[in-house]
């Protein structure tokens, strides 16, 4: 199954399990969010990203650019508490 596959079965179970007034609460934010620019400003793939420092999972800084020097890089970005 295809990356593509397996999140169109995703949206589908979602909407499937979202009440349609939520879901329309979710639609109107995304929609804002697109409104909004914010789009137009964020790293496309394949772009490289601005060199960071932040704390490690022991709260020792680190950089991007340190990293890179050690070989390839894959960035997460967790929200955190939903």
Excluded: C, Y
Excluded at 6 to 11: E, Q
Excluded at 20 to 43: C, F, H, K, N, Y
Excluded at 45 to 53: C, I, L, N, V
């Amino acid at each position: 199954m295809t990356l593509k596959e397996t999140l169109d079965g995703m949206r589908a179970a979602s909407k499937a399990r979202i009440p349609p007034e939520t879901q329309a609460v979710m639609q109107r934010a995304i929609e804002d969010v697109r409104a909004s620019g914010i789009l137009d400003r964020v790293v496309k793939t394949g772009q490289r990203a601005p060199d960071f420092t932040l704390p490690n999972t022991e709260g020792h800084e680190t950089s991007l650019s340190t990293l890179l020097g050690k070989g390839p890089v894959v960035l997460s970005f967790f929200r955190g508490r939903w």
